[in-house]
């Protein structure tokens, strides 16, 4: 009986070695076949665009516009934001347009609608206006830009003039 066994278990042996031989590592055949797919989405800058008013600078037009004790100050989604006391000694949000300097307390009305700050972003250059909404004291839309791209903005509450626009 070992007689036949033993030649039945040197070809397994060889069989299996041939085998392994052959076979595709899997490594190379996972790394040759993964795909990786890529989406592009609009971002803020966490930099003030060129021509921004500097930290300093957006603390004075606070000061200037009324309100007392500026605290938490930063560039957050396209504009400065941060929580300042009024007269009244109520904390109030603010934003602050980075070129203009113009604050937007987020408890302020907009002068405009839905309907007239599309219009105005369109008539801007802007296409696809979609997504229109007041919020935080300024209007919000993702559009594309006069050159094609994605992109949000933040329009006034008062002329619908873009205060802010992300980049791809």
Known sequence: MSKRLLPLLIGLSIGGAVFAQTQPSPVAASSTTRTITTTTTSTWSTQPPNGALNESAI????????????????????????KARGGNKKWVKLAVGPVSGRVYPSDAPSRLDEDEVSA??????YQNVKDVKFDHGLWSAKAKSPEGHSVALLADPDDGSVVAQSHD
């Open 59 to 82: 603390r004075a037009t606070i000061t200037n516009a009324g309100y007392k004790q500026v605290k938490g100050l930063e560039f957050k989604d396209g504009v400065w934001r941060s």
């Open 120 to 125: 105005k972003l369109t008539a801007a250059g």
